[in-house]
């Protein structure tokens, strides 16, 4: 990576730090494979869109999407990410310990569309987020080829192709998990208090 890229990586990772609490370590990765004025284009472009339907769709159901393409794509790094972010939500929204871990959720990266459908409806069900098994089929058959239906469809359509290209490059660099993607991730409390409820 060349002086531009570099500039371009600490540009990046201080946005994601500001938002996220940490530097992705897929960010060097994306500058490398698609170049230092593409890739920062590429955030211009992709993140503020993501802020938004973060908003729009509420976390949860932003995040699930997320994780359910990031399982079909086979990746442990975006899985995890968006994991972690639900598992922290969960725990501060319902004080009570999502049923899976982040770990456990993203070693389900690469399993079958159907089998990945089953193991997600069991756990939401589990959590008590039944709603939310709609949002699950419905990201499924969008990457499947499925049109969106409506504006919170067009949302979740951006996100497969979003997440995706995330996907590929962190898969094909060998990133490995590091934080939550989500300003949860700031909570140092909370994220103390997740790591004893696991312990416990």
Known sequence: MGTEGGVVVRVVGRAC????????????????AMG?????????????????????????????????ISLVNGCAYCAYGRAHALELIHLRDRDRLFP???HTLAGWHGLPPREL???LRAVLEEAGLHAEVLW??????????GAPIDSAERRIAHLCRM???????????????????????KDT??????????RA
């Open 100 to 102: 899976l871990d982040a």
């Open 163 to 185: 997440v995706g290209t995330m996907n590929a490059i962190a898969v094909a660099a060998g990133t490995v998990p590091d934080g939550a993607h989500d300003p949860v991730g």
């Open 117 to 119: 459908r089953r193991r």
């Open 136 to 145: 699950v089929d419905r990201t499924l058959a969008l990457l499947d080829g």
């Open 17 to 32: 730090t500001a938002l996220w609490g940490h530097t992705p370590g897929v960010i060097p990765a994306m500058v490398d």
């Open 189 to 198: 409390a909370l994220r103390a208090r997740l790591a004893a409820a696991q």
């Open 36 to 68: 230092s004025g593409p890739a920062l284009r590429w955030f211009a472009l992709n993140f503020p869109r993501l802020l938004v339907t973060l908003h729009v769709l509420g976390p949860v159901r932003t995040h699930l999407a997320g994780l359910t």
